[in-house]
């Protein structure tokens, strides 16, 4: 369910009480766009990280023939260790 706040204006200025063509607000905006970029970059370099090592449990999986209870403990062990990673 996405919920959305009705009681505040859609896009909040950056920077209250400047001028929009300030020097300014214009840096203000620029530093929020680069601060966005980053994030997604760093998403995107997790997500491509984390799917490698799926990849590779997937395939140690399949090259030594776990059933189905080793490859859940083996995924439950990955979990605790990406766990304490954060």
């Given at each position: 369910m996405n919920l959305s706040r009705n009681d505040r204006p859609k896009h909040t200025p950056v920077l209250r009480g400047f001028d929009q063509s300030s020097p300014a607000y214009q840096d203000a905006e620029s530093l929020d766009n680069i601060l966005k970029n980053a994030?997604?970059?760093?998403?995107?370099?997790?997500?491509?990280?984390?799917?490698?090592?799926?990849?590779?449990?997937?395939?140690?999986?399949?090259?030594?023939?776990l059933n189905a209870a080793e490859a859940v403990e083996l995924l439950r062990q990955e979990s605790e260790q990406f766990g304490r990673a954060l």
């Open positions: 994030r997604a970059e760093s998403m995107a370099d997790a997500a491509v990280k984390y799917s490698g090592r799926l990849e590779r449990l997937a395939a140690y999986i399949a090259t030594e023939g």
